[in-house]
C-alpha cells in the first residue's frame, strides 16, 4: 500500500531563516506531487504541483520555491521566511495514470514564524 | 473557473443527529466530486467520491449523492458520532481544471456527547 510521509511535523523557525520541508511517497511510481498551504481557520491554497522530476509548476508567486530531485521526493524551500508564511503545510500525492484523481495527503508540518 | 461552495460553519450537533453539510459546485465538463475530512492536528483523509451523475459515495456512514441537475453532493449522515468532530472539505476535479483539485473552504462539526 501506499504512505506518504512529511517532517518535520513542527517547525519554530525566526522570521528571514531559511526553511526546507519534506515530502516523500512509498508504495507508488511516478506520482503527482502537491504541496498546499491551509492558514489557520481557513481553506487549502494550492502552491505547487509537480507531474514528474525535475518538473515544478507554481500556482501563487511568493517567496517559496519547490525541487522535486527523485521521482518520490517533493520539497518546499524558502531562502527567507515572512511572519505571513506560518500555518499548516501539506503534501499530496495521486496516480499518474488517466482515471486516478483523487489526492491522498500526508500528516502535514506545522509552522510557525516568530 | 470551478468553484466549490460549501455551507458556513460551525455546525454543532447533538450526539445522534442527523447531518447534512451542503455543497455545490460550478466546474467546466463532467467533474469528480470528493468529500474529505480533517481531524485536528491531521492531514485531510479522503471520505468518499463520485466519478458521474446520480452516483452515491460511501464511507463510514457517510453518504453524498453527485445530483447534476442541481450541481450539488451534500454530504449527510443519519446519526453523527463525537469521534466525527472534523473539518469537512468538498472538492471536485473537472477536465477544464488540468486535473487539480478545487476545495470548499471547509465546515467545521463538532458533536457534543
Known amino acids: 500500500s501506499q504512505t506518504i510521509h512529511q517532517w518535520p511535523a513542527t517547525l519554530v523557525q525566526p522570521v528571514g531563516s531559511p526553511l526546507s520541508l519534506e515530502c516523500t511517497v512509498e508504495g507508488t511510481s511516478n506520482p503527482n506531487l502537491y504541496w498546499y498551504r491551509q492558514a489557520a481557520g481557513r481553506g487549502l491554497q494550492l502552491l505547487f504541483y509537480s507531474v514528474g522530476i525535475g518538473q515544478i509548476s507554481s500556482e501563487v508567486p511568493q517567496n517559496l520555491s519547490a525541487s522535486r530531485p527523485q521521482d518520490r521526493q517533493f520539497i518546499l524551500s524558502s531562502k527567507k521566511l515572512l511572519l505571513s508564511d506560518s500555518g499548516f503545510y501539506l503534501c499530496a500525492w495521486r496516480g499518474g495514470h488517466t482515471g486516478e484523481y483523487e489526492q491522498y495527503f500526508g500528516p502535514g508540518t506545522r509552522l510557525t514564524v516568530t | ?113
Open chain 2, 1 to 113: 473557473g470551478d468553484s466549490v461552495t460549501q455551507m458556513e460553519g460551525p455546525v454543532t450537533l447533538s450526539e445522534e443527529a442527523f447531518l447534512t453539510i451542503n455543497c455545490t459546485y460550478t466546474a467546466t465538463g463532467y467533474p469528480s466530486l470528493f468529500w474529505y475530512v480533517q481531524y485536528p492536528g491531521e492531514g485531510l483523509q479522503l471520505l468518499l467520491k463520485a466519478t458521474k451523475a446520480d452516483d452515491k459515495g460511501s464511507n463510514k456512514g457517510f453518504e453524498a449523492t453527485y445530483r447534476k441537475e442541481t450541481t450539488s453532493f451534500h454530504l449527510e449522515k443519519g446519526s453523527v458520532q463525537v469521534s466525527d468532530s472534523a473539518v469537512y472539505f468538498c472538492a471536485l476535479i473537472s477536465s477544464g481544471s488540468a486535473r487539480q483539485l478545487t476545495f470548499g473552504s471547509g465546515t467545521q462539526l463538532t458533536v457534543l456527547p
